[in-house]
């Protein structure tokens, strides 16, 4: 029996590997031995692509908020953080959550917003978003 130096089966392991990949594609074969794989993969794919389209289109619909006095401050003010989907997936809540919203954007987030801007902005979004007698 044959003695080898001492070998950590880690080496053994990638040497088995190695013997194991060498003899599975050296057993593969091409249907025409002049093509190279990748040749060969780019012609199915060619074929394939015919009856696929290029490109998928997906419809987009940002949700549209009213005019009226103040839609355009807040979309000035509040799209700088939010998009307007975000906004329209909130609830209807009443003026006083909205304030309380607009203030935490103020002094939470540091929001651009004056007193007066956010004065407007709350009415506008009670008027739209608020909660319905």
Not at 20 to 41: A, K, M
Not at 72 to 93: A, E, G
Request: aromatic share 8%; charged share 25%.
């Amino acid at each position: 029996m044959m003695k080898f130096p001492a070998c950590s089966s880690y080496v053994l392991s990638s040497l088995c590997l190695s013997l194991l990949s060498c003899t599975l594609l050296s057993s593969c074969q091409l249907p025409n031995s002049s093509e190279e794989p990748f040749s060969l993969i780019q012609s199915k794919a060619a074929q394939t692509d015919k009856t696929k389209s290029d490109a998928i289109e997906l419809n987009h619909d940002e949700p549209e908020f009213p005019p009226g006095p103040g839609h355009d401050l807040f979309v000035k003010r509040c799209i700088v953080c939010h998009s307007l989907r975000y906004i329209s997936m909130q609830p209807d809540f009443p003026e006083k959550t909205w304030k309380k919203e607009v203030e935490k954007m103020q002094q939470t987030w540091g929001a651009h917003i004056s007193d007066e801007e956010a004065h407007e902005i709350i009415q506008y979004l009670t008027r739209v978003k608020g909660v319905k007698p």
